[in-house]
């Protein structure tokens, strides 16, 4: 019997995370919407594939990796950034002086996220107290 975290968990701690970085990201971005040239970010969306059942070591299902060609580089691909932080492709507009931050945008992602996290918090209370349960100490 296995006393690791249950991957449930570990799922909702890694989701929680990701919303956390992306609540700082979208922060910088409205810190900056009056920058010149500056370009929005976004994060990019967690890999739960570890989560997964494994076969020969590796998980049955994974996220395609994309190595960028001198072709695509041509055609205007960009290196993606350290990390896990990405230029933001869906924008709306792009001011005269190059800053594509639209604040409207901005404040509807960081309401998703605010509502996302509520959602994960609620989840990881119920899972809480199922485990508590199991154990004999829910109420």
Not at 28 to 42: D, G, H, V, Y
Not at 59 to 72: E, H
Request: no cysteine; net charge positive.
């Amino acid at each position: 019997m296995s006393l690791s975290t249950p991957s449930l968990m570990t799922g909702i701690g890694q989701a929680m995370k990701n919303l956390s970085e992306r609540q700082r990201v979208i922060a910088q971005n409205i810190a900056n919407s009056e920058t010149p040239a500056f370009k929005a970010r976004e994060v990019v969306a967690p890999d739960f594939s570890s989560l997964l059942p494994q076969d020969a070591g590796k998980p049955m299902v994974a996220r395609p990796r994309i190595a960028l060609t001198s072709g695509m580089t041509a055609l205007g691909a960009r290196q993606p950034m350290a990390g896990n932080i990405v230029l933001d492709a869906d924008t709306s507009e792009t001011k005269p002086d190059g800053n594509n931050v639209a604040l409207e945008d901005q404040l509807l992602k960081m309401g998703q996220i605010q509502a996302d996290f509520a959602a994960m918090t609620s989840l990881y209370r119920k899972q809480l107290g199922l485990l508590k349960s199991a154990i004999g100490r829910g109420q």
